[in-house]
């Protein structure tokens, strides 16, 4: 690995996750993370996969963008970073999140429709201008899961969908967006969950791997089962969720997948 800044010398005492079972106990919660948007992830998935796969002063892209986790991510280990999401809520809370502009030229991030490839290379452009850049060098997609949680009315949110096949469209869509300005030959990564509709789980990570395995020339390097033991309503064997599971003929979810790309194209 020449993609990264790890120093191999030193490889035993290294932190970085090389299981394919991440098993974490609770969210990071320091510096300007906090746990105030249901869409957002724990800071430490995109700190081992930022470490992983990228260098100091190279760029992150991320069409999902949500709360600000991987950006303040990139902040802290000092990654370049470009961030869109549709709801100009979150916007705005991250602008101020990052008021202080300490880091305000290493970063751009708008109110953006990642299906609209307009809007999407505008903003790229954009961004490569004040970074003097080409490319990207990791991408990191953290899509919803199709309708379980609606974060906006915006008709393109892809939270708005509660059909597979046209989730799976539209996320081709901002795969083909987004994965055109990663370097060749370099890494991304899409975290994503399965859902549970009409009494029977759906298994969204596999249609996602599966749709870019089938329409892009891509590795898959990893295959990641991510479980935080910290997930709200789901702590302890004793309640009430494991009651509603033991009443029924299903299993409780904690688990997120991690899928790992090589880009060849």
Not at 27 to 43: E, L, T, V
Not at 170 to 194: H, M, P, T, W
Not at 235 to 240: P, T
Request: charged content about 30%; glycine content about 6%.
């Amino acid at each position: 690995m020449k993609d990264n800044d790890l120093n191999m010398e030193n490889w035993k005492e290294s932190d970085i996750n090389t299981d394919s079972l991440w098993i974490i106990d609770k969210r990071d919660k320091s510096g300007k993370h906090k746990n105030i948007y249901h869409g957002n992830f724990i800071p430490q998935v995109p700190n081992q996969l930022i470490r992983r796969y990228t260098k100091e002063n190279e760029i992150v892209l991320e069409p999902f963008m949500g709360s600000g986790t991987t950006l303040f991510e990139c902040e802290k280990l000092n990654r370049r970073y470009i961030g869109f999401d549709i709801n100009p809520k979150m916007i705005e809370y991250v602008n101020d999140s990052m008021s202080d502009g300490s880091y305000k030229e290493n970063f751009h991030i708008n109110h953006c429709n990642s299906l609209n490839t307009a809007e999407v290379d505008k903003n790229i452009d954009y961004a490569n201008q004040k970074f003097k850049s080409n490319n990207v060098q990791f991408v990191l997609m953290h899509p919803p899961y199709m309708d379980i949680v609606k974060f906006t009315e915006d008709k393109n949110d892809l939270s708005q969908i509660d059909n597979i096949n046209e989730f799976v469209k539209k996320f081709k869509i901002i795969c083909e967006n987004s994965l055109k300005y990663l370097d060749k030959n370099r890494y991304f990564a899409v975290v994503i969950g399965d859902v549970y509709k009409n009494s029977e789980v759906i298994p969204l990570g596999f249609y996602c791997m599966d749709m870019i395995k089938r329409n892009f020339k891509v590795k898959l390097k990893g295959t990641i089962i991510k479980n935080i033991e910290g997930n709200r309503g789901k702590l302890g064997v004793g309640g009430i969720w494991r009651y509603r599971a033991l009443n029924s003929d299903y299993y409780i979810f904690k688990h997120e997948y991690i899928y790992v790309f090589k880009k060849e194209f």
